[in-house]
């Protein structure tokens, strides 16, 4: 198992921009495929974003694509979400994943950190 720890949550006004982080412990690390996903309330978990093992293919929900960027840094065990021109509708609890390879479904993904907040005000 590896542990995931996600940070880099909070409130932004619409258009704006945030940088979600996420720190690996555990098992190594280059062994995952990574995957951020999404909750509002009242609502099921959505696929937002993922990365292969190597970071050399990535994998986009269609609603943030072109807006969202997932990255991975081996020499820091972390994986990132860098999310620009934010929406009210982006608002709801990321979760950081790791997983045997890359997918949109949660059920591929072992491993989960707690959870960080991000909420867009309009």
């Known amino acids: 198992q590896v542990q995931l720890v996600e940070s880099g949550g909070g409130l932004v006004q619409a258009g704006g921009s945030l940088r979600l982080s996420c720190a690996a412990s555990g098992r190594s690390f280059w062994s995952f495929a990574m995957g951020w996903f999404r909750q509002a309330p009242g609502k099921e978990r959505e696929f937002v974003a993922a990365i292969t093992r190597s970071g050399s293919s990535t994998d986009y929900a269609n609603s943030v694509k072109g807006r969202f960027t997932i990255s991975r840094d081996e020499a820091r065990n972390a994986v990132y979400l860098q999310m620009n021109s934010l929406k009210p509708e982006d608002t709801a609890v990321y979760y950081c994943?790791?997983?045997?390879?890359?997918?949109?479904?949660?059920?591929?993904?072992?491993?989960w950190g707690q959870g960080t907040q991000v909420t867009v005000s309009s």
């Open positions: 994943a790791a997983g045997i390879r890359i997918s949109k479904s949660p059920a591929d993904f072992g491993s």
